[in-house]
């Protein structure tokens, strides 16, 4: 497949000032300044096919979302070169984002006093997008994400979740190259993030549009993308397959048990118990010892369980054991 991302030696340095505490430091620092400086971006570099859906992952103060902010044309870097679809984003701004889509999950992009659908159709005119086909896109993601009933309420009166999903339509609606999603599954329940990840894919498989998605939800990344980049202190430590890193260094699952009532005494070998409550078991599942499948029915089958949920050990840990390594 073509490239439509090539980023090369990708820097960025925040410059900052700090005081100390109290009303005479404060005044003090009017006059002069103590600075600091912090590589966000420390010359990265990496490349992207048409159609490839990539996973941007990291603990906070990474880089993820200064990455993310260089790329869509928001951020001027320090150095580096980036071509994408033949644009350098914050040069070629007005027409490059006609060709992109981008959801920032802690940043409002809604008309917070107007419903959504004014948003919606102010999108329509802003990338000029035909009458038959914004219809046609507008009726059928507003089926999938089940906001039949919210989008002509008030932004201001939605939850952050219902918010997130109009997010997503908006930025999808003139039907993009590139999208960029920010922790786009952020206040989503769990049937809201399934739908969401598989209107993802359908988007992505039906008009090849090619997705770049940064989260520390690794069930999203799981189901979405077939290769990740882990980017830590501005760096890029790992650029390849999930599938390896799933094999290399997530050898544990984390499992939540709710019960319907008091539990009694819980053992199950490879299991280590890291939180116990009177109705709740939070468990560290060794997957070279046991199966998840062998664990489940043991559970459904010995007690009454309210609920279960299953996830990876935290993006953190898995960064710790490649640093260890």
Known sequence: MPL??????LKKTYKTHEREPGLINAVKSLVKRKYEFKEALKSICFEVEKGEILGLIGPNGAGKSTTLKALSGVLYPDSGDVNIMGFVPWKDRVKYVKNIGVVFGQK????WD?????TFYLHKDLYDVDEKDFKKRL???VKIMQVEDIIKT???DLSLGERMKCKIIAALLHNPKLVFLDEPSIGLDV?????LRDFIKEVNTKYKTTFIVTTHDMQDIERLCKRIIIINHGEIIYD???KMISE????????DVKFEEKFKNFKFEGCKILEKRTYELKIELNLKKQKINTIISYLLDSFKVADINISDPSIEEIIKLIYEE
């Open 4 to 9: 439509i991302i090539e980023v090369k030696n």
């Open 108 to 111: 409002e992009q809604l008309w």
């Open 114 to 118: 107007l419903p959504a659908i004014d």
């Open 139 to 141: 009726d059928h993601m």
């Open 154 to 156: 008030p932004v201001r």
């Open 191 to 195: 049937i809201a993030k399934d739908n």
């Open 240 to 242: 390849g397959l999930l």
């Open 248 to 255: 290399r260094y997530i050898k544990s699952k984390i499992i």
